[in-house]
């Protein structure tokens, strides 16, 4: 049976708890830098991602030019090379504007599941990715927008635990592709993240954390397809 837009709804639903959770923080932070509520909200609109969203807010509080701000936001947001990349091959069936569409939308959530879905071995569409993907961003919109309403009552969301939602839904998410993969390459999965993990922190001592992600990832990457090439 072919997925449907419903089902892609249905599947973001465990993930909305951590997009609820840092929308909210992220639209707290946005209102304690001097953000209007309408800015807080353009940024969710516009920017449309956690990390940056945060940086944004606190150079923008310490007047940093906007050049910096363009290049700070780019190094963060370049592992988006990394998940299109991977989820590329996947889409090539489907016409240049829902391509343009899924990978404007896509986050480092919805592309877990997709991932996850896939390693299911099960086909996913279009009609599903939108779904994915118009929920996930609804939802951090309407995070975002609560956070700022409420940025003045509310100004350290770490009181409520918030800034661990995003952590607790990754854990979530890796849980379940690990359950989910039947295979032997299991054992291989464990190796690489291991190996991205050793990488991260030992890069981390000599480089920005973006780079050191961006780098120990690719390496990661290379070192899974190598294990997959000498089966």
Not at 101 to 107: H, Q, V
Not at 192 to 217: C, D, N, P, Q, Y
Request: charged share 10%; glycine share 8%.
């Amino acid at each position: 049976m072919s997925l449907t837009f419903r089902n892609g709804v249905i599947d973001c639903i465990p993930t909305l708890l951590g997009y609820i959770g840092i929308g909210i923080a992220a639209g707290v932070i946005g209102k304690a830098s001097n953000l209007s509520i309408l800015e807080v909200t353009l940024l969710a609109i516009i920017v449309y991602a956690g990390a940056a969203q945060f940086i944004i807010a606190g150079l923008m509080l310490i007047s940093t030019p906007i050049s910096a701000i363009i290049f700070t936001v780019f190094l963060i947001n370049s592992r988006h090379f990394l998940m299109s990349m991977a989820t590329a091959p996947y889409f090539k069936k489907f016409s240049l504007w829902n391509n343009i569409g899924i990978g404007s939308l896509l986050t480092d959530e919805t592309f877990a599941v997709a991932m996850t879905t896939i390693s299911k071995k099960v086909v996913i569409n279009s009609k599903w990715m939108h779904g994915l993907n118009l929920t996930a961003y609804i939802v951090w919109i309407l995070s975002c927008l609560l956070g700022g309403m409420i940025g003045n009552f509310l100004p350290d969301p770490r009181l409520l635990g918030l800034d661990y939602a995003l952590v607790a839904m990754f854990i979530g998410l890796l849980y379940l592709q690990l359950i989910s993969d039947k295979s032997k390459s299991k054992k291989n999965m464990l190796l690489v993240m291991l190996t991205v993990s050793v990488l991260l922190v030992f890069l981390m001592k000599f480089i920005s954390a973006e780079l050191a992600l961006l780098i120990a990832t690719l390496l990661g990457c290379c070192l899974g397809v190598l294990i997959e090439k000498c089966k």
